[in-house]
């Protein structure tokens, strides 16, 4: 604009040209205008009426206006319920949504460009009430993005709700009706709503073009933070999502196999019996590996997050040197140990995951810790 303001200045042979500065200071406090950016992922619906001519805009006036009424109502209704949920502890205002594809690996190498990658996926549940984020990120080879894999991630968190008292449940998602409006997500809500005992259930769709909702808060952070960062692993990218806000950090879910991993966020003095009650309240319990294969993904868990080192529920409190799962009693027989452990220093009798392997350590030591969940 200001290259067209010299351009038809010197048309009209004026001598005097304002700079640039000028220019732009007059043109953002003088005449109260701006740029306008361009929304992306704008409503079909709304884009098209736009481009109408005149009388076809007058034609389709009355489906415009319902189909912002609409909108404006989901929104509103949101809203509410929103309110609600910071009061009421019984209620719970969820809203869920799928981040576009992960990339694994995710570099900025060359070599990478035209190389076949990992698809990773993150779907996202958002409490209104309490503005906490879960993050549930597993790949491609372990499940796909549909019905059954986004119906178990709100399961499990409607679980997580019922557990801990909520009576009323109020979900908002979008309309893709490959993954939450289907009968197959429509079966798992009324199996949650029978067996759980709420007393009310809803779900609430948003229209299409016009999703908005606090789940857009999280990718774009997200991919804010992670637009430098080389990742080659799912749990790398689940670290980078745990870290990527400074102060209330999301919660990440991981999937491996049949079972997710919940990890603490705060560090604590670890106690058994208190961190294994909080593990049932997901539904799971401390950590106990059934293979070696699972071992070994908890370790490389641990050095690809960052997070470790973190306690798993294997202790030998009972008889020194003879290791058990603390939530069923059973022999803890898949422990991949560090060099030189366990060595019983001062009476260690619980077990951490460093980034190389299991170490003993006293049970009052202050760490995180990991939960597993049957998926």
Known sequence: MYRLYCETRHKKQTVTIASSTVYCELFRTEFNLGFHNPSKDRCDFCVSFENLSLDEKNKQKQLYNDHHRNKARVQEKKIKDKEESRTNKKKLSLCFDLQEVLMIPHSNASVLFNKRKLNTFNLSLYDLGSGQAV???WHEGIAARGSNEI????FDYLKCAHERGVEFVSLYSNSCGGQNRNKYFLTMLWYALTNFGFSQREHNFFIKGHSKNENDSVH???ERVSKDLDI???PHWAGVISAAKRYVSYHVSDVYGNRRYHVSKEFENFDLEKMNNRC?????YLLQPDDRQEAAYAVMYARRTGWGPFFTGIT???SEGGFYYYNDNKPARYILW???QPDNWYN???VEIWTDGFNDRHCGTRGRYICEVPA
Do not use: A, H, I, M
């Open 151 to 154: 119906g178990s991630c709100v």
């Open 348 to 350: 260690e009798d619980c």
């Open 220 to 222: 774009p952070t997200l």
């Open 135 to 137: 993050c549930n990120v």
């Open 316 to 318: 030998d409190q009972k």
């Open 280 to 284: 049932k309240q997901l539904g799971g």
């Open 232 to 234: 080659y692993t799912s």
């Open 338 to 340: 560090k060099w030189f």
